[in-house]
Nanobody, 122 residues
Framework: QVQLVDSGGGLVQAGGSLRLSCAASGRTFSRPVRGWFRQAPGKEREFVAAITWSGGATFYADSVKGRFTISRDNAKNTAYLQMNSLKPEDTAVYYC???????????????WGQGTQVTVSS
C-alpha cells in the first residue's frame, strides 16, 4: 500500500508560478515511478508529467513542456511539480500517482493522491 497526499494548489494570475508537492508513505519502493495528472471541469483526466525513481528521466505532455518541471526528493518521499508561466487553460485539479513503469496511460497508475486545485485567472 502507498498513500499519497497532494498539496500546493491555489489561485494564481496568468504568467505566475506554483509548486505542487506529493508526499508519499508506505511501500513506496514498490512503486518507483511518480506521475502527475490533471482534470479540468468537464474533461477527462490527462497526463502531465512523470519521473523515474532516480530522477534521471522525466517525461512531459506537449502542452506543458518548457513550463513545468517534475522532480523528486527520495529522502523525503516527495515529488514536486514546478509550474511556471501558468495559463488559464492549466486550471484543473492536479493529482499525483504511482506506477512501476513510466507511461502516460493513467489506467496503469494504481495509487492516487486526493488532488489539489489549481486555478489560473486571466
Amino acid at each position: 500500500q502507498v498513500q499519497l497526499v497532494d498539496s500546493g494548489g491555489g489561485l494564481v494570475q496568468a504568467g505566475g508560478s506554483l509548486r505542487l508537492s506529493c508526499a508519499a508513505s508506505g511501500r513506496t519502493f514498490s512503486r518507483p515511478v511518480r506521475g502527475w495528472f490533471r482534470q479540468a471541469p468537464g474533461k477527462e483526466r490527462e497526463f502531465v508529467a512523470a519521473i523515474t525513481w532516480s530522477g534521471g528521466a522525466t517525461f512531459y505532455a506537449d502542452s506543458v513542456k518548457g513550463r513545468f518541471t517534475i522532480s523528486r526528493d527520495n529522502a523525503k518521499n516527495t515529488a514536486y511539480l514546478q509550474m511556471n508561466s501558468l495559463k488559464p487553460e492549466d486550471t484543473a485539479v492536479y493529482y499525483c500517482a504511482t506506477n512501476t513503469i513510466v507511461t502516460e496511460n493513467l489506467k496503469t497508475y494504481d495509487y492516487w493522491g486526493q488532488g489539489t486545485q489549481v486555478t489560473v485567472s486571466s
